[in-house]
């Protein structure tokens, strides 16, 4: 090999590195035009591009365009079929436009793909929920509770289905369970189970004792 040779080699190694480094990453920005220009300019092509394609769709999904969302993910889908993250922004973007049986078809393939996380599970329960299928949404956020015990969100959300189904020592469990977990940086879960708990105690009949004669 020359002396020339090798520093073009060490060149085109790092501009490829940042080619795809910046397709991967494209999404991490909030200006959609850099996934745009990935995808209409770089010479990667395949499935990589799909990255460029799922970038542009959660940026939009982050400012509630869900309809372009949608068909961001369309793409990525279609290049990248095999990628379970995919599957759960686009059944996000159903759900969020008011389509839940979509939402549900793409959380279920998202689970078939990657069925250790808990976060499609509690999310597909939300789906079922808009759907009005108390029973199978909280079958899904049982499931998401077993896989990450410390989800206080899904602990809420299956009190609140327990709740709709008139159960109400069970919903009740379940959003003691979510307060006795650690807060972590976001309190509003411990807030919403706070609040729900005030609500169940308020509701509960006044036991009147019976004065004896």
């Known amino acids: 090999m020359t002396r020339v040779a090798v520093p073009l ?3 085109l190694g790092l501009a490829i590195g940042l080619s795809v480094h910046t397709v991967v990453n494209c999404g991490d920005e ?15 092509r395949g499935s990589l591009i799909a990255f460029a394609y799922e ?7 982050r400012h509630g ?13 279609q290049l990248n079929p095999n990628r379970a993250s995919l599957y759960r922004d686009r059944a996000q973007a159903y759900r969020q436009n008011g389509e839940p049986e979509l939402a549900i078809t793409d959380y279920d393939q998202a689970i078939a793909l990657d069925p250790k ?29 077993r896989l990450d015990p ?33 807060s972590g940086k976001d309190s509003r879960a ?13 509701s509960e009949p006044t036991k009147v004792s019976t004065p004896r004669r």
């Open 55 to 61: 970038g542009r769709g959660r940026i939009a999904l």
């Open 190 to 202: 411990h807030d919403a189970a706070r609040a729900k708990l005030a609500e169940l105690t308020n």
């Open 117 to 145: 996380p808990a976060a499609p599970y509690r999310e597909r329960g939300l789906a079922l929920i808009a759907k009005g299928d108390l029973d199978r949404a909280i079958l899904s956020y049982s499931t998401a509770v």
């Open 9 to 11: 080699l060490i060149v």
């Open 65 to 77: 365009d869900n309809a372009r969302a949608i068909a961001d993910f369309n793409e990525a889908i």
């Open 30 to 44: 909030d200006e959609p035009d850099i996934c745009s220009a990935v995808i209409g300019f770089s010479p990667l």
């Open 150 to 182: 410390r989800d206080a969100q899904a602990r809420i959300d299956r009190g609140l289905a327990f709740l709709a189904r008139g159960q109400a020592i069970e919903a009740r469990a379940d959003f003691e369970a979510a307060l006795a977990l650690p």
